[in-house]
């Protein structure tokens, strides 16, 4: 956690006292670089100069005063093959991937999606309601036990490192008997299951909660728009989830869950969806806002949700990287502009990416992505890679504490990408991003003060500052 510096005891004693504190007399930062020639690792720097010679830098302004949405966090999925190869570490070596994860002394992820039962990356098909014939509209038959094995003893280490850990849980398929046809891989959610469908949520989160582990939020679906025979899903068109959802929000209240419902969980290219979500009357009470993933359009479609529903949220929940993408630099020069700068400067309150950790052959997979890269690769002889992804999200995990918020920063050039973020202990962070082949001296004011930096070449970035009050 950051720590505000004063310079007096009366500062102090405002800011003890919950009161507005004085407006910042200085900043002292300091760099954390991820070179895009991997020469640097998210490594402290102190190339920091205060020297306002140069009139060619390319300049950062940033206003504290301006705020935005409020941060909830970064991180990656606890598939259950991300738990399965995680656990078949020793337990030395287990120990310190997850410090290194989600440690304070490591990157300190502090949001983490769960699939809800099996998904494209699980060891193969399950529910928490399967059943050999029959239906079960009672659910007598839910059980949590699979994720027992592997996903919940992970994520129950995970809170232990991190108490401020969220997590959201996004089904792929509900169980094949409230579909049509009654199947896993491909199909519909059978409306007359609405009500045992809602149920399955309420045990969902109940059980987690059984376990010490709070559902923070939970979507419908995961990528409703996609259906296909190879692994589990299920087609959820924007009718067939407000209809769903009449049922879902009536249920949770019932039973007194306060777990946020997020909408759509989809790509950027299809903006009608999430804005017949968020216009419908009947459901604008229990919904939260809407999720969007990377694999088609652009993080500029968030813009319209942004501007439309300032009273709604929006979360970014799934990217991968993968074998089709092996370059580190232009990996971190595309994520930083797209997924991360992208969506958080187009009202994003996450940056979610898929899988926290895969084997060396991309998996284990159960149907879908053949070649997707982990957050971790863990390597056969009991050791472990941390891939671009991780340095990624660690340029904001580390540095940007819970209930952050987002602040005005403004770029003088679209080739020096930005973001800024305002802790709630007054401490103030900056990222930036040089996406091109040359070596970029930059100028950052902040509040008036100013400070210069050489920033390499298709490198990031992050400015982790303190505030020093009057």
Excluded at 424 to 433: C, E, K, L, T
Aim: proline letters at 4%; one cysteine or more.
């Amino acid at each position: 956690m950051k720590k505000i510096v004063l310079c007096s005891l009366c500062a102090m004693l405002v800011v003890l006292a919950g009161c507005q504190p004085k407006t910042a007399k200085a900043y002292t930062f300091t760099p954390y670089l991820t070179a895009g020639d991997k020469s640097a690792l998210l490594s402290e720097g102190l190339s920091i100069t205060t020297d306002e010679s140069n009139p060619s830098i390319f300049k950062i302004t940033v206003d504290s005063k301006k705020k935005y949405q409020t941060i909830d966090g970064f991180g990656a999925a606890m598939s259950e093959s991300a738990a399965y190869v995680l656990s078949g570490l020793s337990e030395s070596k287990r120990n310190e991937v997850m410090s290194a994860l989600f440690g304070e002394t490591g990157i300190g992820i502090d949001f983490v999606r769960i699939p809800m039962g099996a998904s494209d990356f699980s060891l193969n098909n399950y529910t928490y309601n399967d059943i050999t014939s029959g239906t079960d509209t009672a659910l007598e038959h839910f059980s949590i036990e699979r994720d027992l094995l592997y996903v919940v003893p992970r994520l129950k280490q995970a809170m232990a490192l991190n108490p401020d850990l969220k997590l959201m849980g996004s089904p792929w398929s509900a169980p094949a008997w409230m579909k049509s046809p009654q199947k896993l891989n491909g199909g519909s959610l059978n409306p007359i299951y609405h009500a045992a469908y809602a149920d399955y949520f309420v045990k969902f989160v109940q059980a987690y909660q059984e376990q010490g582990l709070p559902i923070y939020a939970i979507t419908p679906q995961n990528e409703p728009l996609h259906e296909t025979n190879g692994y589990p899903s299920m087609l959820m068109t924007v009718a067939q989830q407000i209809n769903f959802l009449k049922v879902l929000g009536p249920k949770f209240e019932e039973n007194s869950i306060d777990t946020k419902i997020i909408g759509y969980d989809h790509n950027w290219d299809n903006t009608f969806y999430p804005q017949a979500l968020l216009n419908n009357e009947d459901i604008s009470p229990y919904i939260d806002g809407v999720a969007f993933h990377c694999y088609a359009g652009s993080y500029t479609a968030q813009q319209s949700i942004q501007t439309s529903y300032p009273d709604k949220g929006i979360w970014f929940t799934e990217c991968s990287g993968g074998r089709w993408a092996t370059n580190f630099g232009s990996n971190i020069s595309w994520n930083l502009e797209n997924v991360f700068l992208g969506s958080l400067n187009f009202g994003s309150k996450s940056v979610l990416l898929w899988n926290l950790a895969l084997d060396q052959a991309d998996g284990p997979q159960n149907g879908g992505c053949t070649n997707c890269r982990g957050v971790v690769t863990v390597n056969n002889e009991n050791s472990y890679t941390l891939n671009e992804e991780y340095y990624m999200i660690g340029h904001f995990s580390k540095f940007i504490d819970k209930d952050a918020r987002r602040i005005d920063a403004k770029s003088t050039s679209n080739n020096l990408l930005t973001s800024a973020f305002i802790n709630p202990d007054g401490s103030v962070i900056v990222v930036a991003h040089n996406k091109t082949n040359t070596d970029m001296l930059i100028q950052v004011e902040i509040d008036g003060h100013t400070f210069n930096y050489s920033l390499k070449k298709m490198s990031t970035v992050t400015f982790d500052g303190v505030a020093i009050y009057e």
